[in-house]
């Protein structure tokens, strides 16, 4: 089993830092950096999924300040890409305007996780996701969204 490297700490005043490794080179990025913790979530959230909708493995660390110093947060479970079909739409329902409402209620429930700082799903969580998004209408799926945003502390 191959082991994670360590994530240097990051330079300057602590804030929240998030980093990703990149194993073509055997070293870390910073990959976003904020004073403010739901933005540096929100980003590392988005790049992961775009990691590992390429294909790729994905390992990151996330710093922030604890203290007055750094401190290195747990790094979300390294998980692989789940595919699945698209819901079909309903009868009389143009096959566009579903898919459209479809990925827009996933949008606001995602983000609504991220929020909450949930930004790197289990397949089973994804999948749960996906039948709140195919089972819902949008403003159920928007007031999960806000209560995860409360429950964050973005407000």
Known sequence: MESRPESPQPQGAPRWVAMFYRPATGSWRTA????????????????TRAV???G???TVALWGPKDGAWHRYDAPRQQTAVSRPDPEPSPGEP????????GRRHQVLMAGL?????????P?????????VERLDEAA????ADWLTAAGGTR
């Open 32 to 47: 976003a950096q904020s004073p403010h913790r739901s933005p540096v979530l929100y980003a590392l959230g988005e790049m």
């Open 52 to 54: 590992r909708a390429r």
């Open 56 to 58: 790729d493995e994905v």
């Open 95 to 102: 096959a566009t305007l579903a898919e459209r409402m479809t």
């Open 114 to 122: 991220t929020n909450a700082g949930l930004y790197d799903l289990s």
């Open 124 to 132: 089973e969580d994804d999948t749960t996701v996906q039948t709140l």
């Open 141 to 144: 799926v928007r007031r999960i």
